[in-house]
């Protein structure tokens, strides 16, 4: 078992994109905010009125690319969210007596022991030897699976940014983790032979993928007959009832500022699961029950640690969008506009 060293600090029938974009999914199990403790509603409510268009739009890959270049260039991501950029996981206990007390790293570490358990791939027979991390940031994930749970294996992790793959190598490294290793491959036009990996592993990146049918079924291909396919991701919910106005815009703004095509349900990700006729025992959940504290508490270590943006005068705009936007995706998981999408399968023998 590894220790944790927290660092310093990214033949299917495709669905109708006008389907993708509006499916809506089941409301998130969350527990509304009262005005007294929403300290950041004001904020976001102000912004909302005078910045209602998001300003980074999904138009290409390469925007993708651009983008979490940016964030690792600037070195703003990885000083606050450390080697892992994904949501926490915090337990009903942890939340009762405030989600801040957690420590805010600690709680990523937790989110990925849980999605391991939750998987079931360290009960598989022959236990796996081969992974892929598809969407592997800095490659956090990527490590902390090599050290603590597959020693005798490797993990591959694959992102579209060459800034993230040069960071993950270096941490690899500096870390001494010689059995995670990164490339830079397009999730949705893999060059990996089929049945390759026993477990493909995926947490907040098919939010970034323009075909949400293409990110599943090359999932699939390159999975080994028996092996495990899991991921997370954030989705909206299932319609009916249909989106209000309201909601529509909402969510075209969280579309268009950290540039996502679009967002699927969770019961749609279960239905090309099952259309691409190579999965099976495909399950899922909504952990938005567990995730939600997370936003808030990104804005939170910001505001207790500012010297390295306020150092950087230049990064001052985005910084802001950014923690704004993270306050109105709060607010749209906290309405059970968006859930928090866990799906898992094993492919057919």
Same mark, same amino acid.
């Given at each position: 078992? =590894? @220790?944790?060293?927290? $660092? ?28 007294? !403790?929403?300290?950041? *509603? ?5 912004? %909302? ?8 739009? +999904? ?19 990885? &000083?606050?969210? *450390? ?6 996981? +915090? ?18 570490? /937790?989110?990925? /022991? ?6 079931? #791939? $360290? ?11 598809? *969407?592997?940031?800095?490659?956090g994930s990527s490590r902390y699976l ?13 992102? #579209?940014?060459?800034? %993230? ?9 500096? %870390? =001494? ?8 491959? /397009?999730?949705?036009?893999?060059? +990996? ?20 049918t293409k990110y599943v079924e090359e ?9 495990? #396919? ?5 989705? %909206? ?6 989106? !209000?106005?309201?909601e529509k815009n909402e969510l075209q ?25 190579? $999965? ?13 504290? !997370?936003?808030? &508490?990104?804005?939170? @270590? ?21 923690? #704004?936007?993270?306050?109105?995706? &709060? ?19």
């Amino acid at each position: 078992m =590894g @220790v944790r060293v927290p $660092l310093r600090k990214p033949a299917l029938q495709t669905l109708p994109t006008s389907v993708a974009k509006r499916d809506v999914g089941i409301r998130a199990s969350a527990t509304p905010v009262s005005r007294r !403790s929403d300290k950041f *509603g004001v904020v976001g409510r102000i912004y %909302q009125r005078f910045f209602p268009k998001g300003s980074r739009k +999904y138009e290409a890959g390469s925007t993708v690319a651009n983008e979490y270049d940016s964030w690792t260039n600037d070195g703003i991501l990885e &000083h606050y969210w *450390g080697e892992h950029i994904h949501l926490g996981y +915090y337990t009903p206990e942890e939340q009762a007596k405030g989600y801040k007390k957690k420590n805010f790293i600690e709680a990523k570490f /937790d989110f990925i /022991d849980r999605m391991v358990e939750w998987s079931g #791939i $360290l009960d598989m027979p022959a236990g796996p030897k081969k992974v892929l991390d598809v *969407g592997c940031g800095f490659g956090g994930s990527s490590r902390y699976l090599a050290k603590k749970y597959f020693q005798d294996g490797t993990v591959t992790g694959i992102t #579209i940014s060459p800034n %993230q793959v040069k960071r993950a190598k270096e941490l690899a490294k500096e %870390q =001494g983790v010689p059995n995670a290793n990164f490339e830079l491959k /397009d999730a949705l036009a893999m060059d +990996y032979p089929d049945n390759t990996f026993d477990v493909v592993w995926a947490i907040e990146s098919g939010e970034h993928m323009p075909s949400k049918t293409k990110y599943v079924e090359e999932m699939a291909r390159v999975l080994k007959p028996g092996g495990v #396919i899991v991921f997370a991701t954030w989705c %909206q919910r299932r319609t009916p009832p249909i989106f !209000s106005e309201e909601e529509k815009n909402e969510l075209q703004f969280l579309y268009d500022e950290w540039a996502h095509p679009h967002f699927v349900s969770i019961d749609t990700y279960k239905k090309i699961m099952r259309m691409t006729g190579k $999965l099976e025992n495909v399950e899922s959940d909504d952990w938005n029950r567990f995730t939600l504290p !997370s936003w808030r &508490h990104s804005i939170w @270590v910001g505001v207790y640690d500012p010297w390295i943006v306020l150092r950087k005068p230049w990064t001052w705009r985005k910084c802001l969008r950014d923690g #704004i936007t993270l306050e109105r995706m &709060h607010r749209a998981f906290n309405k059970g506009v968006m859930e928090y999408g866990m799906l898992k399968a094993t492919k057919k023998e």
